[in-house]
């Protein structure tokens, strides 16, 4: 298995040119099951996470995220980019001291939303944002480790029209020493176009939840980097609720469709 040194450099490196999915598995069984099929890094997933210990979205605590960082980092050779919400920290103080503990989980990378943390529906004022990202870069310097930095903006995903507001924090961000933007609900080509003009040089982070842009799509519009958030987790949740549901009615036929035991058994297998 890769040193974290060496996950940290690929991770480096994905960045620099080229568009690449990374996608968020939940647990190490579905992060072993990305590595072997291919992808060259994966990122965690705070909903997916919190449905995996009955719980939901944003109400993890971080001792949960650190043990589940630090087990996922552990489990697969691929470069691993945490979802670490708002830092779990309003002060920027406070934050850094997160920061440091997050990178001792071994992750290659980590976000920092602009979301409050005891408010989820209100933003911190971007003079404030701004300060958080620059914290989060002072605490990443001072650990000496080579660990990207994501910085991104929710206003999105409250306020649909914010697209030039929006694009403004993410070029902020960027000055304050974010290594890659994210901007989760920009959809449209032109929107995301003019982020990635924004921001030039440091990459942007594109997220698809439905099927309306393919890879190739996003990456002739200048997208380094794409990832799904929930999105797989919610393929699965909805096959087992189906699934579920359909024997609550007296049929198993569900079961019929699923992949082999031995199949699966095989995937894991060199991992052992």
Same mark, same amino acid.
């Given at each position: 298995m890769n040193t974290t040194q060496e996950k940290r450099a690929r991770f480096r490196a994905l960045h620099q040119s080229g568009c690449f999915v990374i996608p968020n598995p939940w647990d190490? =069984?579905?992060a072993r099951l990305m590595e072997h099929l291919g992808f060259v890094a994966i990122a965690t997933t705070s909903s997916g996470f919190a449905w995996t210990i009955g719980k939901p979205d944003n109400s993890v605590t971080l001792d949960d995220v650190l043990k589940h960082l630090t087990a996922l980092a552990e489990a697969t050779g691929l470069p691993l980019?945490?979802?670490?919400?708002? =830092?779990f920290? =309003?002060?920027? #103080?406070?934050?850094?001291?997160n920061v440091s503990l997050v990178i001792k989980t071994g992750v290659a990378g980590f976000s920092i939303e602009? !979301?409050?943390? %005891?408010?989820? %529906?209100? @933003?911190?004022? !971007?003079? @404030?944002?701004?300060? $958080?990202?620059k914290a989060a870069r002072q605490a990443i310097d001072q650990s000496g480790e080579d660990v990207i930095?994501? #910085?991104?903006?929710? $206003?999105?995903?409250?306020? !649909?029209?914010?697209i030039h507001e929006v694009t403004d924090s993410l070029v902020a961000f960027a000055e304050a020493g974010a290594d890659c933007l994210y901007a989760p609900g920009v959809a449209k080509?032109?929107?995301?176009?003019?982020?990635? $003009?924004?921001?030039?040089?440091?990459p942007l982070n594109v997220l698809v939840l439905k099927g309306s842009l393919s890879v190739a799509e996003l990456a002739d519009l200048g997208v380094r980097r794409i990832s799904v958030g929930g999105g797989l987790a919610k393929v699965g949740w909805t096959a087992v609720m189906g699934a579920a549901?359909?024997?609550?009615?007296?049929s198993f036929a569900s079961l019929d469709r699923n992949i082999s035991g031995s199949d699966l058994n095989q995937v894991f297998q060199s991992f052992r």
């Open positions: 190490i =069984g579905s980019n945490a979802d670490f919400e708002s =830092g920290a =309003g002060e920027p #103080a406070k934050l850094a001291a602009d !979301r409050q943390v %005891d408010s989820l %529906d209100n @933003l911190y004022e !971007r003079s @404030l944002a701004v300060e $958080r990202i930095l994501v #910085a991104r903006s929710e $206003r999105l995903l409250i306020d !649909r029209e914010a080509k032109e929107d995301i176009a003019a982020m990635v $003009r924004a921001v030039s040089p440091k549901k359909e024997m609550l009615t007296g």
